[in-house]
């Protein structure tokens, strides 16, 4: 079910099963504003019911969070042009060439390209790998892009984080809310799960900088303000230089 943030703030909550994470819209006066494009068509097309429900319009643009599996691919089944940064779309100019046999999958556990946690939730959320279909995006920005929705304007923002070096969060000023994707997590994808002093730093003091009140996270209900800043003070995952 859709639930309401405020009177231009929607998401669609996270679901564990097969880790889809929160999909956010942003109602413009002119356009609105989808946030990631979740893990599958099946998943989009979720999104696309649950707002219709609420007389809400067809999202006339998609920015994406990073470009882990299930914020990207979705991305072929959302009619809106998409907006990336330039690290997330070279990414998914590398993962658009992947193949999805058993073997190939095995082989990217092997290699360190995938990781277990990913290769088992793709499993489960396509049973048939054929129906696969990375793509890259329509709009690639650099470090930051302005996007006016009519009313409130949509700030995309590259900042740092442990968890990917392309993450991208969506901050709406007017609303005093900001989509962070999962730019707080840590890094997953090269051994055991560590923070990068530098760059939890780096993140904490924007945070703090950017006026909000309210966090919506890919993967957990969302956040006040003084709460992600404390999680971030407080994380007990290992930090390394």
Request: one cysteine or more; charged letters at 30%.
């Amino acid at each position: 079910m859709l639930k309401k943030l405020t009177d231009k703030i929607y998401y669609l909550p996270f679901n564990e099963e097969t880790d889809r994470p929160i999909l956010g819209y942003v109602k413009g006066e002119k356009y609105s504003l989808m946030v990631d494009a979740g893990n599958s068509k099946k998943h989009v097309e979720l999104f696309m019911e649950e707002i219709k429900k609420e007389n809400l319009k067809y999202p006339d643009f998609v920015v994406i969070t990073h470009s882990h599996w299930d914020h990207t691919y979705g991305m072929k089944y959302v009619d809106a042009p998409s907006i990336v940064c330039r690290r997330t779309n070279e990414y998914l100019e590398n993962m658009s060439k992947w193949q999805w046999s058993d073997e190939a999958m095995e082989e990217r556990l092997k290699s360190g390209e995938d990781i277990e946690f990913c290769d088992t939730m793709i499993r489960r959320e396509y049973p048939d790998r054929k129906e696969i279909n990375v793509t890259t995006a329509d709009i690639v920005f650099e470090e930051n892009l302005n996007i006016n929705l009519g009313g409130i304007v949509a700030q995309a923002m590259k900042l740092d984080s442990s968890h990917a070096d392309d993450c991208v969060v969506v901050f709406i000023p007017e609303e005093k809310t900001i989509f962070i994707g999962d730019i707080i997590s840590e890094d997953f994808h090269h051994g055991e799960p560590v923070y990068y002093k530098h760059k939890l730093l780096s993140l904490t003091e924007k945070f703090k900088e950017l006026e909000f009140e309210t966090a919506l996270f890919g993967h957990m209900e969302p956040f006040e303000k003084s709460e992600l800043i404390n999680w971030l003070n407080e994380v007990e995952i290992e930090i390394v230089d």
